[in-house]
Every structure is written in structure tokens, then in C-alpha cells.
């Protein structure tokens, strides 16, 4: 079972919203990571946790704020985001460090 | 200079086609090389890692070429399922994968 799972599908906020992404994995990963995906371009790293704890943050606005609350679990907090910020948000997980990534299928976010 | 760079095509090819996409990468401390495509509004899929020896599955073939820092794959006997984004990613380490900005496959009937 390779599978991320992820929610909200859809999420549209206001800029003095406050929303949480949600993004689970069963399959005993050890590292989990947030990617932000405009549209026609790539995956941009934001953010990874290996072992629960944070070990990579791509210098992301403090606007967006992650969290582990265990190994299966991983969240991101939004607050006072920007129009700018709408885009698909991909949860992923690996087993170990270099090994591949899952993805899950994303929450797809629109600030108003 | 990109890290991770494609031809973003598109290709357009009829089914059946043999076509061949083109990846090269930057960091030669790089260690681990995969495919993924992705399909539009989707998630990116995992279609396969590759390997200094090559490696096949089914009717896609990818090989490594560390020496000139390129990364290919071959997709034989196109199906109109194929028609995709192909990203060409590599890991640098600490659990970082650099994207490609990916290659489009249109394959028509």
C-alpha cells in the first residue's frame, strides 16, 4: 500500500483566515514533506520532517507553519495568507533519506 | 544553470511510437535518480527509479549515465494512456528530491 492521503480536496480561504491541511501515512515512512505546486511548474519543497522533527525548511513565510504530531500524521497551519499562495498543496512520505517519495493527491487552496 | 534540466517539449507522437526523454542534472554528488509523471490537476506518481545498471519495466526503459550526469527514459509502443508530464528527478541528500520542470507527452490516436 503506497498511500498518502490527504484533506481537504478543495480549500478556499480569506486572507484573515486560519486553515489546517491534513496529510496521513500508513505505510511506516520515517520522513514527510510539504511541496507547493503552481500550476505548469514543478514541486517546490517547502518543508520535511525526518523522525518527527523538522529538519528542512525551504526559508517559507512564517505564514505557513508545519506540524508532526506523530510519525503517521502531518499537518500545515495557514494563517493571513496572500492570493499569491493559491495553488496544490502535495503532501509526500519516504521510507529512508534518497529513497523515493509518495505523493498524495494535494488540497487544492484558493485565497480569496 | 538548472539543477535538473528537460526538454519541456511537447512531444507529440502517434500511438505505437518509441519516444525518449532527456534529463540532465547538475550535483555530481547526486545518489538517487526516479521518473515520476504526473497527469494534469494530479499528483506526481512514482513510475520508476533508476539504476546505474538500467532498468525496465514493461515497455519503459531508463538508464543513468553518471559520468555525463544524464538520466533517459524510453517508452516503447506508446498508449494514449501515456500522454503525461514526465519529471526527471534527482536526490541530493538530506531527503531533498530536485524536480525537472518536466516534458508533456501527447500521444494521439
Known amino acids: 500500500d503506497t498511500e498518502v492521503t490527504q484533506t481537504p480536496k478543495h480549500l478556499v480561504m480569506g486572507m484573515t483566515n486560519k486553515k489546517s491541511l491534513k496529510c496521513e501515512q500508513h505505510?511506516?515512512?520515517?520522513?514527510m514533506y510539504w511541496y507547493k505546486q503552481k500550476a505548469k511548474k514543478p514541486p517546490e519543497l517547502m518543508f520535511v520532517?525526518?523522525?518527527?522533527?523538522?529538519?528542512i525548511n525551504e526559508s517559507v513565510p512564517s505564514r505557513f507553519s508545519p506540524e508532526c504530531p506523530n510519525s503517521s500524521l502531518l499537518n500545515l497551519h495557514l494563517h493571513a495568507l496572500q492570493p499569491e499562495d493559491s495553488a496544490l498543496y502535495l503532501c509526500?512520505?519516504?521510507?529512508?533519506?534518497?529513497?523515493?517519495?509518495?505523493f498524495g493527491p494535494g488540497t487544492r487552496l484558493t485565497v480569496t | 544553470r538548472k539543477e535538473v534540466e528537460q526538454d519541456p517539449g511537447p512531444f507529440n507522437v502517434p500511438e505505437g511510437a518509441t519516444v525518449a526523454f532527456n534529463c540532465t542534472y547538475s550535483?555530481?554528488?547526486?545518489?538517487?535518480f526516479f521518473w515520476y509523471r504526473q497527469d494534469c490537476r494530479k499528483e506526481p506518481k512514482l513510475l520508476m527509479s533508476v539504476y546505474s545498471s538500467g532498468n525496465e519495466d514493461g515497455r519503459f526503459t531508463a538508464q543513468l549515465n553518471r559520468a555525463s550526469q544524464y538520466i533517459s527514459l524510453l517508452i516503447r509502443d506508446s498508449k494514449l494512456s501515456d500522454s503525461a508530464t514526465y519529471l526527471c528527478?534527482?536526490?541530493?541528500?538530506?531527503?531533498?528530491?530536485?524536480f525537472g520542470s518536466g516534458t508533456r507527452l501527447l500521444v494521439r490516436p
Open positions: 509526500a512520505s519516504s521510507r529512508a533519506d534518497g529513497e523515493a517519495q509518495y
Open positions: 528527478v534527482v536526490g541530493d541528500s538530506s531527503y531533498k528530491l530536485i
Open positions: 550535483n555530481s554528488a547526486s545518489q538517487s
Open positions: 520532517y525526518s523522525y518527527e522533527k523538522l529538519s
Open positions: 505505510m511506516g515512512h520515517r520522513a
